[in-house]
């Protein structure tokens, strides 16, 4: 399978490839160097890091909706 890289350095994935990653708009994607090129998947939040702060999460806490934050103004260094 073949992707064209654009003048500004952009790529568009098949609709099946994004699918099987489970990537859609806003997702972000991991580029790991390996010895034979390039392994690309999903970057995901690792829950088990979280897992020290749960304890500091009060009860009945209302979950934290990603999407809803990302389509929120913020300070930019904050979207890193």
């Known amino acids: 399978m073949l992707v064209k890289v654009t003048s500004?350095?952009?790529v568009t994935f098949p609709e099946s490839v994004l699918n099987a990653l489970g990537a859609g708009?806003?997702?972000?994607?991991?580029?790991?160097?390996?010895?034979?090129g390039?392994?690309?998947r999903p970057h995901t939040i690792d829950h088990s890091k979280l897992a020290p702060v749960r304890k500091?999460?009060?009860?009945?806490?209302?979950?934290?909706?990603?999407?809803?934050?990302?389509?929120?103004i913020h300070e930019p260094s904050l979207r890193d």
């Not at 500091?56 to 929120?72: S, T, V, Y």
């Open 8 to 10: 500004k350095r952009q």
């Open 25 to 36: 708009p806003g997702s972000h994607l991991e580029l790991q160097p390996r010895s034979d």
């Open 38 to 40: 390039f392994l690309l």
């Open 56 to 72: 500091l999460i009060k009860p009945r806490h209302k979950p934290f909706d990603l999407n809803h934050f990302r389509n929120e």
